[in-house]
T-cell receptor
């Protein structure tokens, strides 16, 4: 079992709707969590990071962290076709400073 | 432009050959990482280094080695390439403050 689990999708969402991406993790000691977006053939780029329980908002993006339940999610409001990409959840593991990724979720925004 | 430079961009290699993928950063980041990306498997950590002079094994280290002689360079070596090492390889560095990873453009390696 991977340390970070994601549903690989594809997840299809109509344009203008809310896209919800989820990630669970196994290392209770981890403190830092990240969401990266990767377009086909490109390198991953950071969307958001979150350290504290609760919600963190940045424009159309909201990251949610629940350490008790060991999950982190990303909400994309007013989804646009340009949001179509693979979204990668990552975790910084405190015990050895590794940064581990999930398999990624492919998101398709339907025009 | 500051960032991470990987070389080569693409390479076709015969099985059994030795290959070194180069990675150089000019951001003075302490931590550096090598990942491989295969369809449906996301990014898998091969090796990492938290600071110059130290390295650690990731999720899939077998068949690969790394060195970190200085802050800027973090080469990845395949001693004897096998077809299962066909992949896209990403080098990344981290500022150690936010934990954000900065990625190179990737190296596409095909082992025949």
């Amino acid at each position: 079992q991977k340390e970070v689990e994601q549903n690989s999708g594809p997840l299809s969402v109509p344009e203008g709707a809310i896209a919800s991406l989820n990630c669970t993790y196994s290392d209770r000691g981890s403190q830092s969590f990240f969401w990266y977006r990767q377009y086909s053939g490109k390198s991953p780029e950071l969307i958001m990071f979150i350290y504290s329980n609760g919600d963190k908002e940045d424009g159309r993006f909201t990251a949610q962290l629940n350490k008790a339940s060991q999950y982190v999610s990303l909400l994309i409001r007013d989804s646009q076709p340009s949001d179509s990409a693979t979204y990668l959840c990552a975790m910084h593991m405190n015990r050895d400073d590794k940064i581990i990724f999930g398999k990624g979720t492919r998101l398709h925004i339907l025009p | 432009i500051a960032g991470i430079t990987q070389a080569p961009t693409s390479q076709i290699l015969a099985a059994g050959r030795r290959m070194t993928l180069r990675c150089t950063q000019d951001m003075r980041h302490n931590a550096m990482y090598w990942y491989r990306q295969d369809l449906g498997l996301g990014l898998r950590l091969i090796h990492y280094s938290n600071t110059a002079g130290t390295t650690g094994k990731g999720e899939v280290p077998d068949g690969y080695s790394v060195s970190r002689a200085n802050t800027d360079d973090f080469p990845l070596t395949l001693a004897s390439a096998v077809p299962s090492q066909t992949s896209v390889y990403f080098c990344a560095s981290s500022d150690g403050i936010t934990g954000e990873l900065f990625f190179g453009e990737g190296s596409r390696l095909t082992v025949l």
